[in-house]
């Protein structure tokens, strides 16, 4: 029987749960198609279909440091889009391998696949803030290249590395700059410092230069500017880059680090990041999809809400998403924890079986 007209599909992509125990025929290749990624097209679809409010700018979290950004125009942006799956890294070339002495260590993947970086309609650029592959990413990258004629915005080293073992044209790539610019559409996005200590680690040759491995991303959106850091650790620097910037919404990493390396920002260096980047919201990030460094958000609001009430930037806010949550700024800085929506406007009454105005008959 085949598999085609059996399982029922809406516009978005989602699968209806009426049909899929019909009976039909089953095989890996086709459970791995209806099932992964877990969220099908919809979010695609949502982000296709969105319309940017004057004056307002929004993203779209993917889990771990993965996003997107769609402007006024309507022009797309993926940042960081990690589409693998677990993985193990070696002392031979991982920076976090090196520093701790690890001769493996295991990224077991937490967060569940909420794009199908395949399916999006419009893509215009990809922009990769240093050469990990959890944020340099094959799967995205290839798919990008095969269904859009984007750019690929990366730092030097990792803009090697896409050329050579994964076939960006030349053409294609923009290679930052620290301390310039580009314009893509109506977007206007800014290479400043990062320092990102692992990336510089990470390879045969090593330590590398900041500024060859690692750039943080600010896009001057209508609403705001946001910032992008990747995995960079906590730096003095980040207050000259606060003070030569005007940046609203900051996303970072945070994490648990295990006695022995500190691959990820904790808690109170994202605070101090965040001061002193004059940042008025802060998006930590990347603390959900490892299960060796997973760490509880909350401790980064306790750490916000206790500065705000020694009046120290009492106005900063922090928002926590969730994989394919979309943040709108300025509209959501106040909403503090992100909530998936519940489809209670989908609800009528007058139709309900249970207590309708036909229920009892």
Request: proline letters at 6%; one cysteine or more.
């Amino acid at each position: 029987m085949s598999n085609e007209g059996i399982v029922k599909y809406d516009e978005r992509g989602v699968m209806d749960g009426g049909t899929v125990g019909l009976p039909r025929k089953m095989n890996r290749d086709i459970w791995l198609k209806e099932v992964f990624p877990e969220w099908g097209t919809y979010l695609n679809y949502e982000i296709d279909t969105f319309e940017v409010k004057p004056g307002t700018g929004v993203l779209w979290y993917f889990g771990a440091m993965s996003c997107a950004l769609k402007s006024q125009s309507g022009a797309v942006f993926l940042i960081d889009l990690y589409a693998g799956p677990s993985m193990f890294t070696h002392y031979s070339y991982d920076g976090v391998c090196k520093t701790c002495g690890a001769e493996k260590l295991y990224w077991i993947r937490t967060h569940p696949m909420v794009v199908d970086p395949w399916k999006f309609k419009r893509i215009d650029a990809v922009c990769v803030t240093h050469h990990h592959q959890d944020h340099m990413d094959f799967y995205t990258i290839s798919a990008a290249l095969q269904t859009s004629t984007c750019k690929f915005i990366a730092p030097p080293e990792a803009a090697r590395r896409m050329k050579k073992n994964m076939g960006v044209p030349e053409d294609r790539l923009i290679v930052t700059d620290v301390g310039k610019s580009v314009q893509v559409e109506d977007m206007k996005i800014d290479f400043a410092p990062n320092y990102d200590v692992m990336a510089s680690k990470t390879g045969f040759e090593t330590p590398a230069p900041f500024e060859e491995v690692a750039v943080t991303y600010i896009f001057n959106t209508m609403g705001g500017t946001f910032a992008f850091l990747g995995d960079s650790l906590f730096h003095n620097g980040y207050r000259m880059v606060g003070e030569n910037y005007d940046i609203d919404v900051v996303s970072m990493s945070m994490g648990n680090n295990a006695p022995g390396y500190t691959d990820k920002m904790s808690p109170w260096d994202v605070w101090r990041v965040a001061e002193s980047l004059n940042a008025k919201v802060i998006l930590p990030m990347h603390h959900d999809n490892w299960a060796n460094c997973y760490e509880d958000p909350s401790y980064v609001e306790d750490i916000v809400s206790r500065k705000n009430r020694e009046s120290r930037h009492p106005e900063m806010k922090t928002v926590i998403l969730l994989p394919g949550g979309r943040y709108v700024h300025p509209d959501d800085m106040n909403i503090g924890r992100y909530v998936y929506p519940d489809n209670r406007e989908l609800m009528d009454w007058r139709r309900s079986t249970e207590y309708g105005p036909d229920a009892m008959k």
